[in-house]
């Protein structure tokens, strides 16, 4: 169990046991992709992939400083806690500096800690490792001050965190379901109001299948920013707040006003919002036929109009797609920020086993990469774990 090990390696490496064992899951989006930055909907489940952080009070004249040691990177960053910190090296530390400036900005200082951070989920896969690396943060400052946030103003200030820190504007979904994740399944994500409700994924007979294409992505590289820029761009032209508000029939009766460029971009958004409201109804409904044909056409959408899948991606979900309802196979689609990462497909939890082996040893013989990948029932979101 990663917290175990969390906790024997803090111990090796600081010399007595942790105080505090904290962990924060990753997470699948299952339809409902780059619509969070404009307002929309989403469809998110917190996987059984963790970052945890395992940590103690400091030695006395250790100095007001949150000492954290990477076991991934076997690098060692202090960031301050008695000023409020600014990004620096490690780059890798600029996730858990921010969220240490939001406590800061809200008169929260904890004690001097020393830490140990490791994880499980995949980096530069699409499934959060950033945001479950702030909220296992967070949720470890909550622990040494002896409280507790608001749960979603606890994802808003992690999400300030990865804007300001890491550069990434990203919207509010992987930093809720990662404080929010529930076993009971899914959650349905209104990012505008940022509501959310639980959506029952407990049935034993079916399975989410995370494929990782092991094409590393970058949401920092600007490809993301420039998505988010054409949505804002075009919720301007359409005179609405955010594009999420936006109707499917507005945005095709404005073809002209917008361009084709921006036209495609909003088409996608709006049509993967309604996309999303369906499937979250067809889950609870067990019609997994429907969520699946949903998932396909998610992947198409996010392929042509909103350009941001890759070919390894095309791949996978195009072999799944040729395994298809007879092999176990009911839906799939690329997953996460895109240019790279994982897909997530709906599969028969009976043949997952199968499905796995063929789209690994096929993706193998077309790109010439090895394929990762492993199934996810629905995880509890971020908690103090005892050491």
């Given at each position: 169990?990663?917290?175990?090990?969390?906790?024997?390696?803090?111990?090796?490496?600081?010399?007595?046991?942790?105080?505090?064992v904290?962990?924060?899951?990753?997470?699948?989006?299952?339809i409902?992709?780059?619509?969070?930055?404009s307002?929309?909907?989403?469809?998110?489940?917190?996987?059984?992939r963790?970052?945890?952080i395992a940590?103690a009070?400091?030695e006395?004249?250790a100095?007001?400083?949150?000492?954290?040691?990477?076991a991934?990177?076997?690098e060692?960053?202090d960031?301050?806690?008695?000023a409020?910190?600014?990004?620096?090296?490690?780059?890798?530390?600029?996730?858990?500096?921010?969220v240490?400036?939001?406590?800061?900005?809200?008169?929260?200082?904890?004690?001097?800690?020393?830490?140990l951070?490791?994880?499980?989920v995949?980096?530069?896969?699409?499934?959060?490792?950033s945001?479950?690396?702030e909220?296992?943060?967070a949720t470890?400052?909550?622990?040494?001050?002896?409280?507790?946030?608001?749960?979603?103003?606890k994802?808003?200030?992690?999400?300030?965190a990865?804007?300001?820190f890491a550069?990434?504007?990203?919207?509010?979904?992987?930093?809720?379901?990662?404080?929010?994740?529930?076993e009971?399944?899914a959650?349905?994500?209104?990012?505008?109001?940022?509501?959310?409700?639980?959506?029952?994924?407990?049935?034993?007979?079916?399975?989410?299948?995370?494929?990782?294409?092991?094409?590393r992505h970058?949401?920092g590289?600007?490809?993301y920013?420039?998505?988010?820029?054409a949505?804002?761009e075009a919720?301007?032209?359409?005179?609405?707040?955010?594009?999420?508000?936006?109707?499917?029939e507005?945005v095709?009766?404005?073809?002209?006003?917008?361009?084709a460029l921006l036209?495609?971009?909003a088409?996608h958004v709006?049509?993967?919002?309604a996309?999303?409201?369906a499937a979250?109804?067809?889950?609870?409904?067990g019609?997994?036929?429907a969520a699946?044909k949903l998932?396909?056409?998610s992947?198409?959408?996010?392929r042509?109009?909103?350009?941001?899948?890759?070919?390894?991606l095309d791949?996978?979900v195009?072999?799944?797609r040729?395994?298809?309802?007879a092999?176990?196979?009911?839906?799939?689609?690329?997953?996460?920020?895109?240019f790279?990462g994982?897909?997530?497909?709906?599969?028969?939890s009976?043949r997952?086993?199968a499905?796995?082996?063929?789209l690994?040893r096929?993706?193998?013989?077309?790109h010439?990469?090895?394929?990762?990948w492993?199934?996810?029932?629905?995880?509890r979101?971020?908690?103090v774990?005892?050491?």
């Amino acid at each position: 169990m990663l917290s175990r090990t969390a906790a024997s390696e803090f111990a090796r490496r600081f010399g007595r046991p942790p105080r505090w064992v904290v962990a924060a899951p990753g997470r699948v989006n299952i339809i409902g992709e780059h619509t969070d930055y404009s307002g929309g909907l989403v469809l998110p489940m917190a996987i059984d992939r963790h970052t945890v952080i395992a940590a103690a009070p400091a030695e006395a004249g250790a100095g007001a400083r949150l000492r954290l040691h990477s076991a991934a990177m076997d690098e060692t960053a202090d960031i301050a806690l008695a000023a409020r910190p600014r990004p620096g090296e490690p780059s890798w530390s600029n996730y858990a500096r921010g969220v240490v400036a939001g406590f800061a900005a809200k008169g929260m200082v904890p004690p001097a800690l020393d830490a140990l951070v490791i994880s499980d989920v995949p980096v530069g896969g699409g499934l959060s490792s950033s945001a479950a690396f702030e909220v296992a943060t967070a949720t470890l400052l909550e622990a040494a001050l002896g409280t507790a946030l608001d749960p979603t103003e606890k994802a808003r200030l992690c999400r300030v965190a990865e804007h300001d820190f890491a550069g990434v504007p990203c919207g509010i979904m992987d930093q809720l379901i990662s404080v929010l994740g529930d076993e009971r399944g899914a959650l349905l994500i209104d990012c505008r109001t940022q509501q959310a409700r639980v959506v029952p994924f407990a049935d034993p007979s079916v399975s989410l299948l995370i494929a990782n294409s092991n094409v590393r992505h970058s949401l920092g590289d600007g490809a993301y920013a420039e998505r988010k820029a054409a949505t804002v761009e075009a919720a301007q032209r359409l005179g609405v707040a955010e594009l999420g508000l936006a109707t499917p029939e507005t945005v095709a009766a404005a073809e002209a006003k917008l361009g084709a460029l921006l036209h495609r971009r909003a088409r996608h958004v709006v049509t993967e919002n309604a996309r999303t409201r369906a499937a979250a109804d067809a889950l609870t409904a067990g019609d997994w036929r429907a969520a699946g044909k949903l998932m396909y056409a998610s992947h198409q959408s996010l392929r042509d109009d909103f350009e941001v899948s890759a070919p390894e991606l095309d791949t996978l979900v195009d072999l799944a797609r040729d395994i298809g309802e007879a092999g176990g196979v009911f839906g799939s689609r690329m997953t996460g920020g895109g240019f790279g990462g994982c897909t997530v497909t709906l599969a028969a939890s009976d043949r997952t086993a199968a499905i796995g082996d063929r789209l690994a040893r096929e993706y193998q013989g077309r790109h010439g990469r090895a394929l990762t990948w492993f199934v996810s029932r629905p995880a509890r979101g971020a908690h103090v774990v005892e050491p």
